[in-house]
């Protein structure tokens, strides 16, 4: 079964539109997280910027204390964010590419250009028991550099995938990037994430990529939640994914 994480930063992003540097405000990204797992998500994400610009340090313990599912914690490869792992403990740990002007995360991490120090932080990391995966383009050779450095999972970019959904022929290309991507990256023994720009229309269109373990969806479930309520909006998403994998 496709597993669902549900990537809670933009409940904690509305937070700080108003209630910034106060010790409390609303919504409370913690309280939306237990409404995800009780409407059935099998994981919360949440990613801790250097800037702190949506999630705060004190959401992510009280995420940990609080939440019953796995944490997936999403984080820069940086020494500080390392050390608030080590003290937090997440399930797992996503590393991502962070850039200040962004507004979201973008691009996938550069892993042939960065194998030593990610391989450093592979290991600190897995020595404390957290499962480590890297947040990649559908290229090969991020995914041959991702398994030479012993990650446990890889979590493929699917940005361009959405981008290129309204465009039968680059929608096709993007597909076959992503399943040969999954193919690969499962002969290597890497387990298979995928995350980014899903949608309730546009998810069924990864059903050909094999071997996924796990969507990470944000945007799109916190936006919906607007219109029908976070729940609905968990619900409406699991039965969007409930076809993986065809029969
Ligand atoms: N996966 C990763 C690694 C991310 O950084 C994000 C947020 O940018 C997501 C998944 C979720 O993307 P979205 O909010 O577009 O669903």
Same mark, same amino acid.
């Given at each position: 079964? $496709? ?5 809670i930063?933009?409940? /904690?992003?509305?937070? #700080?539109? @108003?209630?910034?540097?106060?010790? &409390? ?6 309280? &939306?997280?237990?409404?995800? #797992?009780?409407?059935? &998500? ?6 801790? =910027?250097?800037d =702190? @610009?949506?999630?705060?340090?004190r959401?992510? @313990?009280?995420?940990?204390?609080? +939440?019953? !599912?796995?944490?997936? *914690?999403?984080?820069a490869n !940086?020494p500080?964010?390392?050390q +608030?792992?080590?003290s937090v403990?997440?399930?797992?740990v ?5 850039? =200040?002007?962004e ?10 250009? %960065? ?6 932080l592979?290991? &600190? ?6 499962e480590?995966?890297l *947040? +990649?383009?559908p ?18 970019h !699917? ?5 290129? *959904? /309204?465009?039968? #022929? ?6 076959? @990037?992503l399943?040969?991507a999954s193919?690969?990256?499962h002969?290597l023994? $890497? =387990?298979? %994430? /995928?995350?980014h720009g ?9 059903f050909?990529?094999?071997?996924l #373990?796990?969507? %990470? ?5 916190i936006s919906?939640?607007?219109? +029908? ?18 029969s």
């Amino acid at each position: 079964m $496709l597993k669902l994480g549900v990537n809670i930063d933009h409940v /904690a992003t509305l937070r #700080e539109a @108003r209630y910034r540097g106060r010790p &409390a405000g609303e919504p409370d990204p913690v309280a &939306a997280a237990l409404q995800c #797992e009780a409407a059935g &998500a099998h994981g919360i994400t949440a990613h801790l =910027r250097e800037d =702190r @610009r949506h999630l705060l340090d004190r959401d992510l @313990r009280r995420l940990r204390e609080r +939440i019953a !599912t796995r944490l997936n *914690f999403e984080m820069a490869n !940086t020494p500080a964010m390392l050390q +608030i792992a080590i003290s937090v403990l997440p399930n797992y740990v996503c590393v991502v590419p962070e850039r =200040r002007e962004e507004v979201t995360t973008e691009g996938g991490l550069a892993v042939v250009a %960065n194998e030593d120090s990610l391989a450093d932080l592979r290991r &600190a990391l897995n020595g404390s028991g957290i499962e480590v995966s890297l *947040f +990649i383009a559908p290229d090969l050779a991020e995914i041959e550099a991702s398994a030479r450095l012993g990650a446990q999972y890889i979590e493929l970019h !699917t940005g361009s995938f959405a981008e290129s *959904f /309204a465009e039968p #022929e680059a929608r096709a290309r993007e597909v076959k @990037r992503l399943v040969d991507a999954s193919k690969l990256a499962h002969d290597l023994g $890497l =387990r298979v %994430n /995928a995350g980014h720009g899903l949608t309730v229309g546009n998810v069924s269109a990864l059903f050909e990529v094999p071997h996924l #373990e796990e969507l %990470n969806i944000g945007h799109h479930i916190i936006s919906r939640s607007i219109s +029908i309520g976070l729940t609905a909006a968990v619900h409406e998403m699991l039965h969007a994914m409930k076809g993986y994998p065809p029969s």
